[in-house]
């Protein structure tokens, strides 16, 4: 009896252990380069795009495919980004503070709805500077 309770008590350890590991995984912000993006936008429809910059930055130019939810919407309403469940998730602002502060937002609120959140490396200064396509 002693071993099977032994047995039990390192099973839900090793449980324990590996849903953490997977929710951190979930939860982990990783850098895309803007080679790496230009090749999602290509390859992933499904991956959302999101420009955290203001609506007016925004209308200047933008990453292909991106949409505009400001990060002071983001940062009062987390369930704006409920709506993109399933999906990759790629932030970006003008030089990377305001992405930054979506990504610590989601890291930590626990935020497990996508399949993984990226923020592009760089951000728009970055883009436009390696001459990449800017969509207005």
């Known amino acids: ?10 099973s839900i350890v090793l449980l324990a252990v590996a849903v953490y590991s997977n929710v951190y995984a979930q939860l982990g912000v990783i850098d895309l380069s803007h080679a790496e993006l230009a090749q999602k936008i290509a390859a992933n429809p499904n991956a959302v795009i ?6 007016g930055e925004f209308a200047q130019g933008r990453v292909p495919n991106a ?7 983001i940062l009062d309403n987390i369930s704006l980004l ?9 932030f970006y602002c003008r030089s990377g503070v305001r992405a930054g502060r979506v990504t610590d937002l ?14 592009l490396d760089g951000d728009m ?5 390696a001459n990449q396509v ?3």
């Open 67 to 73: 949409i505009n939810i400001p990060h002071g919407d």
């Open 1 to 10: 009896m002693k071993y099977i309770m032994n047995y039990v008590k390192i």
């Open 106 to 119: 989601l890291t930590k609120s626990g935020f497990t709805g996508t399949k993984a959140v990226y923020h």
């Open 50 to 55: 999101i420009d955290v910059r203001s609506a």
């Open 125 to 129: 200064l970055g883009w436009q500077a």
């Open 134 to 136: 800017i969509e207005k």
């Open 82 to 90: 409920d709506q993109y469940q399933g999906k990759d998730l790629v």
